[in-house]
């Protein structure tokens, strides 16, 4: 079993090397038929926002690890450990912070309707 720093080092090892790519991947334009899931970072609503940071964060984890059989093996063993509960609460929470930046922390002269 991973310890907690051993965790915390990956975590910030996997978020530094999710926020590189971006940047890289704009120096150049896309390949003819290479699709574009990601074109920007704009959205309506905070919840809106947080729904595309638990997006990001997911398909960091598949492209880490593209396996579906070996995600789906180590899905017991992360779902059920707080530390790595933890870890990916907090790569969730980075993607946020960093999708709120890029609306402006959703600041409006008039806050939107509730439902």
Same mark, same amino acid.
């Given at each position: 079993?991973?310890?907690?720093?051993?965790? +915390?080092? %990956?975590?910030?090892?996997?978020?530094?090397?999710?926020? #590189?790519l971006?940047?890289? !991947? /704009?120096?150049?334009?896309?390949?003819?038929?290479? &699709?574009? @899931?990601?074109? +920007? %970072?704009?959205?309506?609503?905070?919840? /809106?926002?947080?729904?595309?940071?638990? #997006?990001?964060?997911?398909?960091?984890?598949?492209?880490?690890q593209?396996?579906?059989?070996? %995600?789906r =093996? %180590?899905?017991?063993?992360?779902?059920?450990?707080?530390? +790595?509960?933890?870890?990916?609460s907090?790569?969730?929470?980075? &993607?946020? /912070?960093t999708?709120?930046?890029? $609306? =402006?922390? @959703?600041r !409006? +002269?008039?806050?939107?309707?509730? $439902?």
């Amino acid at each position: 079993m991973q310890t907690a720093s051993s965790i +915390s080092a %990956l975590t910030l090892a996997f978020t530094l090397c999710v926020f #590189m790519l971006p940047a890289t !991947a /704009q120096d150049r334009p896309p390949a003819e038929g290479e &699709h574009v @899931w990601l074109v +920007s %970072l704009i959205t309506k609503t905070p919840q /809106q926002g947080f729904e595309l940071a638990t #997006m990001l964060a997911r398909r960091g984890v598949r492209a880490t690890q593209p396996d579906v059989e070996v %995600l789906r =093996d %180590l899905r017991t063993v992360y779902g059920t450990d707080p530390d +790595s509960l933890i870890s990916a609460s907090s790569v969730v929470a980075l &993607h946020f /912070q960093t999708i709120a930046a890029a $609306n =402006d922390y @959703w600041r !409006a +002269s008039s806050p939107p309707a509730r $439902n």
